[in-house]
C-alpha cells in the first residue's frame, strides 16, 4: 500500500541552525501539508501546498518557514533559523483531492 | 475557547466494552475526520465525514451538522485500540483544526 514517508526520523540540531525536513507523498496525490506537534499538545496545522505554491497558511508559519517541491516527489519544510520553541514532531500529509489525508510517520525536531 | 472540543480526554475501560467519543465544535465546517495516533506518534486516518454514517469495521463514527456535533464508537473494544483519538474538522479551503485528543486505555 502506497505510503508517506518523512527523513530523518529524529533531528537534532542548535539553535539558530536552518533545518529541512523532508517528505515523499503519495505519488498520485496533489495536495500537500504540514503539521506540527508539540510534546503533549494537539496537533496544529502549518501550510498546505496545491499545483507548487501555498494555499493556506497558518500565523505560525512566520517568515521562518518555507515550504518547496523541489522535484515532483519530495515536499520539504524549511526551518530558517531555529529557536527553542519549534521543537516538536512535525507531520507531512497529503490528498488526493480535499479529502481523507494519509500522514507521514513524522520528523521528531530537538532544538538545543 | 477551542474551535474543536473531544470529550472525554482520558478514558479508561475494559476489553469489550463499548466505546464513545464526542467532538463539538464551534466553525462552520465542510467535513470532519477522525484520526488515530498510536504511542509511536504516528497518525492513521480513520473516517472523513460531512453527513450521517459511517462504519468499519468495529468502529462507527456519526455526525451531526446542525448540532455540529460527532461522536466515535468502538465496539467490542480491544487492547489494542488503545491509542489516541483526535477529531478535526476542516475550516476553510485547506485547513484542519484539529481537537485535543482522546486518549483510550483498553486493559485486557
Known amino acids: 500500500e502506497p505510503e508517506v514517508t518523512q527523513t530523518p526520523s529524529h533531528q537534532v540540531t542548535q539553535m539558530g541552525q536552518e533545518v529541512i525536513l523532508r517528505c515523499v507523498p503519495i505519488?498520485?496525490?496533489?495536495?500537500f501539508y504540514w503539521y506540527r506537534q508539540i510534546l503533549g499538545q494537539k496537533v496544529e496545522f502549518l501550510v498546505s501546498?496545491?499545483?507548487?505554491?501555498?494555499?493556506?497558511k497558518s500565523e505560525i508559519f512566520d517568515d521562518q518557514f518555507s515550504v518547496e517541491r523541489p522535484d515532483g516527489s519530495n515536499f520539504t519544510l524549511k526551518i530558517r533559523s531555529t529557536k527553542l520553541e519549534d521543537s516538536a514532531m512535525y507531520f507531512c500529509?497529503?490528498?488526493?483531492?480535499?479529502?481523507?489525508?494519509?500522514f507521514g510517520p513524522g520528523t521528531r525536531l530537538t532544538v538545543t | 475557547k477551542n474551535e474543536v472540543e473531544q470529550s472525554p480526554q482520558n478514558l479508561t475501560a475494559q476489553e469489550g466494552e463499548f466505546i464513545t467519543i464526542n467532538c463539538s465544535y464551534s466553525?462552520?465546517?465542510?467535513?470532519l475526520h477522525w484520526l488515530q495516533q498510536h504511542p509511536g506518534g504516528g497518525i492513521v486516518s480513520l473516517f472523513m465525514?460531512?453527513?450521517g454514517k459511517k462504519k468499519h469495521g468495529r468502529l462507527i463514527a456519526t455526525i451531526n451538522i446542525q448540532e455540529k456535533h460527532s461522536s466515535l464508537h468502538i465496539t467490542a473494544s480491544h487492547p489494542r485500540d488503545s491509542a489516541v483519538y483526535i477529531c478535526?474538522?476542516?475550516?476553510?479551503?485547506?485547513?484542519?483544526?484539529f481537537g485535543q485528543g482522546t486518549r483510550l486505555t483498553i486493559n485486557p
Open positions: 500529509a497529503s490528498s488526493v483531492l480535499l479529502n481523507e489525508q494519509y
Open positions: 505519488s498520485n496525490h496533489l495536495y
Open positions: 501546498f496545491y499545483n507548487n505554491e501555498i494555499s493556506e
Open positions: 466553525v462552520g465546517i465542510s467535513a
Open positions: 465525514l460531512s453527513s
Open positions: 478535526a474538522v476542516w475550516k476553510g479551503a485547506q485547513k484542519l483544526v
